[in-house]
């Protein structure tokens, strides 16, 4: 599972004006050309159920994966300067395999931000480094709660409950993955494999 997602921005320099195109000087006192040339509208920013449709939607597996990316970047913003500074900070101790510094300043993330789905799952993901699958279940059914179509958080329950042998119940996740981005693949395959396999047992 992918810890933290960072973006590239890239800044582009405005070019001035030749001087052969500057404007003719006017006679003092003349009044100015009040014409302007129409400013373009700036591109809509789609919603988070927008780009979930779009997710739903998508054609190919290279198409879902940019919206899928969008998705994330949106769920990666608390909405608080300091919750997501704190967040940078413990994917960089997890980077580092400091788990339990990770942890730390994941549990003040959440003391700022407790209705954070982003920062349950992400938690999550460190106690499953910790091998503590039971504490990585309880915080990705947060997350859930918090945000039911928080795809990676389903795709990591269903890891988890595969390595306990709940194939049944995993192929419920997986299943809920493909319900919210039809394109993943390797879900997919996962689907293909574990529905024979568990087709026709009791839950």
């Known amino acids: 599972m992918r810890f933290f997602a960072s973006a590239l921005i890239l800044s582009l320099s405005l070019l001035s004006h030749p001087l052969g195109a500057q404007e003719p000087a006017r006679p003092r006192g003349a ?6 040339p129409a400013k373009p509208n700036p591109p809509k920013v789609s919603s988070l159920d927008e780009l979930f449709g779009r997710l739903g939607k998508a054609e190919s597996e290279r198409e879902a994966k940019g919206i899928a990316s969008l998705i994330e970047r949106r769920f990666s913003r608390s909405g608080s300067d300091t919750a997501d500074l704190l967040l940078s900070r413990a994917a960089e101790a997890f980077g580092k395999k400091d788990f339990p510094l990770s942890i730390e300043l994941i549990d003040r993330v959440l003391a700022l931000q407790p209705n954070w789905a982003e920062a349950w799952y992400k938690r999550a993901t460190v106690f499953y480094q910790l091998d503590d699958p039971v504490g990585a279940m309880a915080d990705l059914h947060r997350a859930l709660k918090i945000e039911p179509r928080h795809f990676n958080a389903w795709t990591g329950l269903g890891h988890i409950l595969m390595a306990s042998d709940d194939k049944v119940r995993a192929l419920q996740a997986y299943r809920k993955v493909l319900e919210i981005n039809p394109q993943m693949d390797d879900v997919k395959t996962i689907v293909t494999r574990l ?6 047992q009791d839950l």
Do not use: A, L, S, Y
């Open 31 to 36: 009044p100015k050309d009040q014409t302007e």
């Open 195 to 200: 529905t024979p396999e568990v087709d026709g």
